[in-house]
């Protein structure tokens, strides 16, 4: 099983861009799909991205589509939220996240079995 640790959360001002990243420790970390996902003050987890195993397939939250994308180096154990044109309503802890690619319900955060500790980004106006 791997581990999980988040990295280059921040306050922005809205129309920035940050790049996140995901460092995963252990030996089976192209086994896994990956996503992110994000909480804001008083709110649920939500999905943002997630990206399959070898990086081909990636799928997005409505809210992002087109402002952030996902992706991942197997051979650095780590997976990157790149984040531009940021807004406000972007504020939250992000956090990734491991999941068995057999499960497609890739939103369904209860599919997820590992987790990093999270990382603040945020948004200004």
């Known amino acids: 099983q791997v581990q999980l640790v988040e990295s280059g959360g921040g306050l922005v001002q809205a129309g920035d861009s940050l790049r996140l990243s995901c460092a995963a420790s252990?030996?089976?970390?192209?086994?896994?799909?990956m996503g992110w996902f994000r909480q804001a003050p008083g709110k649920e987890r939500a999905f943002v991205a997630t990206?399959?195993?070898?990086?081909?397939?990636?799928y997005y939250a409505d809210s992002v589509k087109g402002r952030f994308t996902i992706s991942r180096d197997n051979a650095k154990s780590t997976v990157y939220l790149q984040m531009n044109s940021l807004k406000p309503e972007d504020t939250a802890v992000y956090y990734c996240?491991?999941?068995?690619?057999?499960?497609?319900?890739?939103?369904?955060?209860?599919?997820?079995?590992?987790w990093g500790q999270g990382t603040q980004v945020t948004v200004s106006s």
């Open positions: 996240a491991a999941r068995i690619p057999a499960y497609t319900d890739y939103e369904n955060l209860v599919r997820y079995s590992v």
């Open positions: 252990g030996r089976s970390f192209s086994n896994y799909a």
């Open positions: 990206i399959s195993t070898r990086g081909v397939t990636a």
